[in-house]
């Protein structure tokens, strides 16, 4: 199969959605290509598998897991017993799935001129998503929530109190093992923390050795619960860090790294332009 020729970068098509531009066949522009590319392997993570029922203040289990939760902020692991079944995990594949599916003009009645909704970021990913506030409920943005197929709705406002319920477990847990009052963490985010989910489509490409799906970047969350595709993989991890919380910097224990400063305005600067 011969390659698409690629276009000079003042040859640019306007910005569109990437479905787009892989259905017309256009050529694959300047914006896209990733000059960090490379063919080197990558080693495969060794991820912690945790379960969620240790991790519970009737659990006899947690000091058992001080070794291998002491930070899960920071390190990616596998978390099993999380309340959620196979089933309803393939639910929510195939909800999505069937979103990205339908006609791309029935997919633009869902855009949004804020976070939430249905676009494309054009910083230079290679996908489509579909991006919504999942709490606090005071934050819905119905209109960008797809109708289609019918049981999208419900399937997300299930999701959003599964993944709460995991991430207050999570937290506190971290807490405890800390040696740290329980609600330490959750505290700092009030009453009503913010939870956003973000769908991916990505489309064929016709030079998917100048693109990345999604560039380097970071996440601006105190978790962030990834959900894989079964048939893709790629996943990539970096640690990175910020700056302890004051309760564990003391005299026998003090801080032995910088504090990031202005870390939400180097977030928003930097994600996701992989620089």
Same mark, same amino acid.
């Given at each position: 199969?011969a ?8 040859q ?9 531009? %892989? ?16 063919? !080197? ?10 379960d ?7 659990s %006899? %289990? ?5 070794? *291998?939760?002491? /930070? ?6 596998q /978390?099993v ?14 909800? *999505?799935?069937?979103?990205? =599916? ?8 869902? *855009?949004?001129? =804020? ?8 910083? =230079? ?5 579909? #991006? ?7 934050k819905?943005q119905?209109?960008?929530?797809p109708? *289609?197929?019918?049981?999208? !709705?419900?399937?997300l ?6 993944? !709460?319920?995991?991430?207050?477990? /999570? ?12 609600? %330490? ?29 999604? #560039?380097?970047h970071?996440?601006g ?13 790629g ?11 004051d ?6 224990q003090?801080?032995?790294?910088k504090?990031?400063?202005d ?13």
């Amino acid at each position: 199969m011969a390659e698409a020729p690629c276009t000079a970068p003042n040859q640019e098509l306007p910005t569109k959605l990437i479905e787009e531009i %892989s259905l017309r066949g256009d050529q694959v522009t300047e914006r896209y290509f990733y000059k960090k590319c490379d063919s !080197r392997v990558v080693p495969l993570m060794n991820s912690p598998i945790i379960d969620l029922n240790l991790l519970l203040p009737s659990s %006899s %289990s947690l000091e058992e897991l001080n070794k *291998s939760l002491i /930070l899960p902020v920071f390190l990616d692991h596998q /978390l099993v017993n999380h309340g959620m079944t196979s089933m309803f995990l393939d639910q929510t594949r195939e909800a *999505s799935k069937q979103f990205f =599916g339908l006609p791309v003009e029935e997919k633009k009645k869902y *855009s949004g001129s =804020g976070f939430d909704g249905y676009g494309h970021d054009e910083k =230079g990913n290679w996908n489509d998503r579909l #991006r919504l506030t999942l709490l606090p409920k005071s934050k819905h943005q119905l209109q960008s929530w797809p109708d *289609s197929p019918t049981k999208f !709705r419900e399937v997300l406002e299930e999701l959003a109190e599964k993944f !709460r319920i995991i991430v207050q477990v /999570l937290l506190k847990a971290t807490a405890r093992l800390l040696n740290l009052e329980e609600n %330490s963490f959750l505290e700092q985010y009030g009453e009503e923390g913010l939870m956003l989910a973000r769908f991916n489509y990505y489309a064929k490409c016709p030079r998917p050795d100048l693109v990345l799906g999604l #560039r380097p970047h970071s996440n601006g969350t105190s978790i962030t619960i990834v959900q894989q595709d079964k048939e893709v993989e790629g996943l990539q991890v970096l640690k990175d860090e910020t700056k302890p919380i004051d309760a564990l910097i003391t005299n026998e224990q003090p801080q032995q790294y910088k504090k990031v400063k202005d870390y939400g305005k180097i977030y928003f600067e930097l994600d996701p332009t992989g620089r």
